[in-house]
């Protein structure tokens, strides 16, 4: 039963890391070479950014500003 309990853990973590995500994101197309431009999702103080991009280590800004 433990092993259960951990080895859904371990695949909830997998399925929730920015691994995962930046996977999801480059056979989508909008992520390549190890940058991505994020996510549409937060609120105005994340500029509309989602939470899960702030720490990604993927994350590149595209804006020109």
Not at 10 to 38: I, N, P
């Amino acid at each position: 039963m433990f092993e259960k309990i951990k080895a859904m853990i371990q695949r909830f973590k997998l399925w929730h890391s920015h691994e995962s995500c930046y996977t999801a994101r480059e056979d989508e197309g909008y992520a390549v070479f190890g940058m991505c431009g994020g996510t549409v999702g937060g609120t105005r103080n994340t500029g509309y950014l989602s939470e899960e991009c702030i720490d990604c280590p993927y994350y590149t800004d595209l804006r020109k500003d």
